[in-house]
């Protein structure tokens, strides 16, 4: 029986509110960056409105309008006019299923010293879930910003993985997707129980070696991840260290290029 190949490119990219290493609020390179690796799917973190860009353009009105694909801005942060949090696009046909705000933790389960510190640059953070219509076929999309708290990253994940989410069973029987700034690095805890469920792309992708995303000019972390159901073959995983990816935010973007066979019997 011969299979039908459906090639897709996701990216996941914590644009750091669109400021660059050099301090300067410049949109138009987080543009220059989607536009150059033309991803079908793109997923970003730190999406701002006013939040800690006092004044600046509205970020999510001028991707949409740059970018020209399908979008939908989720903000984790809501405070009159002022607006932060994630954004999808798509060129492919959507629709929202779900939006959260996730769970912090109560500081008096902070143990470590270093969350205690880390609790104190507190901010809530937010996930999507979205159905994408992908040549006929229905994909699910988590796309998710988790927190600087070990504790709040697990309850968070807890969260996202219920069966009322990522647990559900119209879901672990579909191709998924769960893209996002995870702030934790692979062999972490939080790392190894999303494995019991998905699969991380840059350990599936014959010949790459794993790369790191954070800091962009100096990545000495993998904080940033493309996680895919046993629907996929990962074809190829790109983060890409140039000049412009450098300069633009202070993470590089991950980029998949994935293979979803409709027969998923044969992988």
């Known amino acids: 029986m011969t299979e039908s190949l459906q090639k897709i490119r996701v990216m996941t990219y914590n644009i750091h509110k669109c400021l660059g290493r050099d301090k300067q609020h410049r949109p138009d390179r987080i543009v220059a960056v989607i536009k150059e690796y033309q991803p079908d799917i793109c997923v970003l973190q730190e999406v701002d409105v006013g939040y800690k860009i006092p004044g600046g353009i509205h970020q999510p009105e001028y ?9 939908h801005f989720q903000p984790a942060i809501v405070d009159g006019d002022t607006l932060y949090g994630n954004m999808v696009f798509s060129r492919f046909d959507f629709k929202l299923v779900g939006h959260q705000t996730l ?13 205690r510190i880390l609790s104190s640059t507190y901010e809530p953070r937010g996930a999507i879930w979205l159905e994408a219509d992908v040549n006929g076929q229905t994909v699910h999309i988590f796309a998710t910003h988790l927190g600087l708290s070990r504790a709040e990253r697990m309850a968070q994940l807890k969260t996202i993985m219920s069966t009322d989410w990522m647990g559900a069973e119209r879901v672990i029987n ?40 954070f ?3 100096w990545p000495l972390r993998c904080l940033d991840h493309i996680f895919v159901s046993r629907h ?3 074809h190829a995983v790109d983060v890409p260290r140039t000049g412009l990816t450098r ?7 991950v980029i998949a290029d994935l293979i979803l066979k409709t027969d998923s019997t044969k992988l």
């Open 174 to 213: 579909a191709p998924t997707l769960f893209l996002g700034d995870l702030n934790d690095t692979p062999g972490s805890l939080l790392h190894r129980k999303l494995s019991e469920r998905l699969f991380d792309s840059q350990m599936l992708c014959d010949g790459h070696r794993r790369r790191k995303t």
């Open 215 to 217: 800091m962009s000019w």
């Open 103 to 115: 769970p912090d933790t109560p500081v008096h389960k902070r143990i470590k010293l270093y969350e």
């Open 247 to 253: 300069q633009a935010s202070d993470h590089l973007p």
């Open 232 to 234: 996929w073959h990962v």
């Open 63 to 71: 991707l949409d309008r740059e970018l020209s694909m399908t979008s």
